[in-house]
T-cell receptor, first 114, second 111 residues
Framework: KAGVTQTPRYLIKTRGQQVTLSCSPI?????VSWYQQTPGQGLQFLFE???????NKGNFPGRFSGRQFSNSRSEMNVSTLELGDSALYLC?????????????FGPGTRLTVL | KNEVEQSPQNLTAQEGEFITINCSYS?????LHWLQQHPGGGIVSLFM???GKKKHGRLIATINIQEKHSSLHITASHPRDSAVYIC?????????????FGEGTQLTVNP
């Protein structure tokens, strides 16, 4: 089975722009979670989608949004980029929306905001 | 205080040494995860635990739910074990797969 894929792998944007990142989960997995990793804050949960609905949301501003499609692929969008949005964005997929699920991580998208 | 605390933050060992990384958490959890992150960013899930002990090759993970503490052990360490090891918990009060992470332990194993 193919693993979790994320595109693009690297991205450079300037302040004020917006960006869309994509995540394709493992075939059959229906839950997709997104995380942000920065040197200062470490790994932080952004949001989780299951059956095309956001089920959980972390403590991030409304500039961060996402969606999930009927094939479970997910996208996240960051509008009005700030320098502090420079980070590694990871998505993870799991079979179901339930506590104690094993998660499988993608390789990440490294976003640099200039 | 973070909900998940790891120690040590940095660890340097000689090849062959036995290594222990500790994780303490302050919330009720549904499961605890040990993750490995290599340079470049990709994260691999090593273990998911809700009780007891698990072993995979040279890696052993234990959890004590009453004491809210987990340890990751690496026996006969090897330079290829050099990576960041991250402890993460799935909080009991959340319905989904949301994880809360420790700050990670940077492990360097020298030949």
């Amino acid at each position: 089975k193919a693993g979790v894929t994320q595109t693009p792998r690297y991205l450079i944007k300037t302040r004020g722009q917006q960006v869309t990142l994509s995540c394709s989960p493992i075939s059959g997995h229906r839950s997709v979670s997104w995380y942000q990793q920065t040197p200062g804050q470490g790994l932080q949960f952004l949001f989780e989608y299951f059956s095309e609905t956001q089920r959980n949301k972390g403590n991030f501003p409304g500039r961060f949004s996402g969606r999930q499609f009927s094939n479970s692929r997910s996208e996240m969008n960051v509008s009005t980029l700030e320098l502090g949005d420079s980070a590694l964005y990871l998505c993870a997929s799991s079979l179901f929306l339930s506590r104690g699920n094993e998660q499988f991580f993608g390789p990440g998208t490294r976003l640099t905001v200039l | 205080k973070n909900e998940v605390e790891q120690s040590p933050q940095n660890l340097t060992a000689q090849e062959g040494e036995f290594i222990t990384i500790n994780c303490s958490y302050s919330v009720g959890i549904s499961a605890l995860h040990w993750l490995q992150q290599h340079p470049g960013g990709g994260i691999v899930s090593l273990f998911m635990l809700s009780s007891g002990k698990k072993k995979h090759g040279r890696l052993i993970a234990t959890i004590n739910i009453q004491e809210k503490h987990s340890s990751l052990h690496i026996t006969a360490s090897h330079p290829r074990d050099s990576a960041v090891y991250i402890c993460a918990v799935g909080p009991e009060e959340t319905s989904g797969s949301r994880l809360t992470f420790g700050e990670g332990t940077q492990l360097t194993v020298n030949p």
